[in-house]
Nanobody
Framework: QVQLVESGGGLVQPGGSLRLSCAAS????????MGWYRQAPGKERELIAT???????KYADSMKGRFTISRDNAKNTVYLQMNSLKPEDTAVYYC??????????WGQGTQVTVSS
């Protein structure tokens, strides 16, 4: 069992920055992929970016340039640095942990609201 706890969400003005954190605990497999997703009201959950345990990153095309994913394996923590935030970035942001073909866990989500 893996537990994921997101933090760092909140209210931010357009053009501002925010850094989200996701701390993993439990039965952590050394080979894994972690990622950030988001879901706005009335919309499907969408991929932001993923990062492997080896540090390889992938980004959704719409997220490139403003968002940066990183991880600290020693702390079992993944981060999402968000810059130049826009109102349309308002959503619940979720952390994901995936390993093998059947191990898949989600955090509870953290709310990010971009508004003046």
């Amino acid at each position: 069992q893996v537990q994921l706890v997101e933090s760092g969400g909140g209210l931010v003005q357009p053009g501002g920055s925010l850094r989200l954190s996701c701390a993993a605990s439990g039965s952590i497999f050394s080979t894994n992929v972690m990622g950030w997703y988001r879901q706005a009201p009335g919309k499907e959950r969408e991929l932001i970016a993923t990062i492997t345990s080896g540090g390889r990153t992938k980004y959704a095309d719409s997220m490139k340039g403003r968002f940066t994913i990183s991880r600290d394996n020693a702390k079992n923590t993944v981060y999402l640095q968000m810059n130049s935030l826009k109102p349309e970035d308002t959503a619940v942001y979720y952390c994901n942990f995936h390993a093998g073909v059947s191990i898949d866990y989600w955090g509870q989500g953290t709310q990010v609201t971009v508004s003046s």
